[in-house]
């Protein structure tokens, strides 16, 4: 069983793209499952910066082969774009394969999504504004266009012309803008189809024939739990399953490949975008946070919303994706405050639950209650081992891991590389 399954447990930016740096050397094949260019990693490589939003970030590695899977959304300008950007700070995509399945984001998906928003006005989603929830939507609809549909010119002339019907007098009547133009379209993406010709394949078989030699796949996941459209915080969500079942339904791989499940958490929480976050900060605290841990979305540059740990989110991601060990990243943006906040359970109605809540109503009434822990007032930034961080920074983290229910196995104090402590646990009684 040699998959390995990466999840974020909060709102996203838990820094999944630095947890694949660390599981690269061990790594034969890093895929991507859903989303598409909303996510936004980042990783720090020989002193060097690199940012990708759609390429699985194994792409850095030469030994690494990449696929984005058929449960991806893929702008095709976006994804050349981000291939050329990469050939151009040396790293080679010679490998990246995509799926025929995945689904293409169209013009008037980016329209849509803009359009969308600004309509909803103060009930706006705070989306990324790439046209993910439209190409999702239209792809449950039975009007997507696929990355196979490149492949031949006539089909994809008929399918844009049969969506066109239907979603020009849309565009038009209800929203006042130009309709799109069929021909126009698919001349365009039929640039786009001479480049990525070649790496079309059938994802699924790749991936099962690789698994059958042993070859070791790191499924990559974007976006996070609470963002998963069947088990976030909706409507707030992006609009794809990020959760451990939509990576598998995103590839096309069944459950018995996969050993271990690993989800990142930040040490605190933050989220981009509207709705509920319960342990939310407003003010100098939530300042402090936003400064020491630069917290700005990589993908659109907009201020992160700060808070405390969640271990309520933490043991309801632990659940829902059947967590073997947890990746705790950013513990040093805590070594500035004295005493640490963590919330163990919620008061809703003078009521108090550990487990999150059934409703969005309940979920918006939710008051954390808190335990709170000793700071370590020290930079934690140069530690090289485990053993060698302060112990309340360590009762921090096996405070974590005790209220989870999921063993720490990475503990991340800065953005280099060698800023990753591995934590020896046992491996079973995870969950
Ligand atoms: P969409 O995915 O662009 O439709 O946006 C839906 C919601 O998901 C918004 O609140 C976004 O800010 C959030 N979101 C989407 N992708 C990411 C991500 O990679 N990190 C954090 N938030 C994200």
Known sequence: MPGTILVGTQWGDEGKGKATDLLADKMDIVVRAQGGNNAGHTVMVAGRTFKMNLVPSGILYPHITTVIGDGVVVDPGVLLAELAALEAQGVSTAKLKLSANAHLIMPWHKERDKLAERYLGRNRIGTTGRGIGPAYSDKVARLGIRVQDLLDPKILLQKVEVVLRERNPLL??????????????????????????????????????????????????????????????????????????????????????????????????????????????????????????????????????????????????????????????????????????VATAYRIDGEVTEDWPLTQTEVHHAEPVHEWFEGWREDITGVTSYADLPRAARSYVEAIEKLSGVPVTAVFVGPGREQTLLRETPRAGGH
């Open 172 to 341: 038009a009547k209800v929203y006042n803008r130009l309709p799109f133009d069929a021909e126009a379209v698919v001349e365009e993406y039929m640039t786009y189809a001479e480049a990525l010709r070649p790496r079309i394949a059938d994802s699924s078989l790749f991936l099962w024939k690789a698994l059958r030699e042993g070859k070791q796949v790191l499924f990559e996941g974007a976006q996070a739990t609470m963002l998963d459209v069947d088990h976030g915080t909706y409507p707030f969500v992006t609009s794809s399953s990020p959760v451990v079942g939509g990576v598998l339904a995103g590839t096309g791989v069944g459950p018995r490949e996969i050993e271990r499940v690993i989800g990142i958490a930040k040490a605190y929480t933050t989220r981009v975008g509207s709705g509920p976050l319960p342990t939310e900060l407003h003010g100098p605290e939530a300042e402090a946070l936003r400064t020491a841990g630069a917290e700005l979305g990589t993908m659109t540059g907009r201020q992160r919303r700060c808070g405390w740990l969640d271990t309520v989110v933490l043991r309801y991601a632990a659940r829902v994706n059947g967590l073997t060990d947890l990746f705790v990243t950013k513990l040093d943006v805590l070594s500035s405050f004295d005493r640490i906040p």
